[in-house]
């Protein structure tokens, strides 16, 4: 039977909208939250925090924090800020020799004449609105906005074969919660996500999906945590 492409799973999901479209076909998807240009995904992380801390918090979502790799990508980047951003740059191994991520290509736009120019003080490296996009060297204990980097999900309707998907859910594991059109769409945020190890959909049925990513599986949390679904809702589970 050829051209079929729809995992065999529970009936039940196509009660819950597992995809509208029918075609085998990948697409490429950001995680939702992120924003798609140049075959990346963005994401703008909310409040200011230290270089350090920006680093580390885009790799807890599966991304690294920007550093532009083109003039094209800076002006990208200087779209989406409204002062200023860190850049993934810094001379802390070797004061004086800036550093950048291995994708960067060895792109930079410092602020010329003059810039960097904090010495030992100033380590780390933002892009600056005011002065279009240029880059300056900043201390990195400087609370400044961040923007995280990430590939793109290759997505087709097949990928959900890699799941075991039951009717049923885990509870008290739930990392995060974020609104999803269908069951596909929640095991592309999981793959994403370096922390989630299973995930729920629920179903109100009002038409309101949530997908639920957890930081544990049924094998490891209590039984009593992993509930069949109830009348009042659906609830998809999926482990790999």
Request: glycine content about 10%; some cysteine; overall charge negative.
């Amino acid at each position: 039977m050829g051209g079929f492409c729809l995992p065999s799973v529970l009936l039940i999901l196509f009660t819950i909208g597992m995809s509208s479209a029918h075609s085998c076909e990948p697409q490429m998807l950001c995680p939702f939250g992120w924003e798609s240009w140049g075959g990346s995904c963005y994401k703008l992380l909310e409040g200011t925090m230290t270089w350090h801390e920006g680093r580390l918090k885009c790799q807890d979502i599966g991304g690294e924090m920007v550093a532009p790799s083109s003039s094209e990508e800076n002006n990208y980047i200087l779209s989406k800020t409204i002062t200023h951003v860190w850049i993934n740059c810094n001379d802390l191994d070797n004061e004086g020799r800036w550093e950048c991520t291995l994708d960067n290509g060895g792109y930079m736009n410092w602020n010329r004449p003059g810039e960097p120019n904090g010495g030992t003080g100033e380590n780390c490296a933002k892009l600056v609105s005011q002065i279009g996009g240029n880059w300056v060297d900043q201390g990195c204990s400087f609370t400044v906005p961040v923007i995280c980097k990430g590939k793109e999900v290759v997505a087709t309707q097949a990928k959900l074969k890699q799941w075991r998907l039951l009717a049923s859910c885990l509870t008290g594991h739930t990392l995060r919660e974020i609104p999803t059109s269908n069951v596909r769409a929640c095991a592309i945020e999981c793959d994403y996500d370096p922390r989630c190890r299973s995930f729920n959909v629920q179903h109100f049925g009002s038409g309101e999906r949530i997908c639920q990513l957890n930081n544990s599986t049924r094998y490891e949390a209590d039984h009593t945590q992993f509930v069949k679904s109830q009348k009042a809702f659906t609830c998809i589970y999926g482990e790999r």
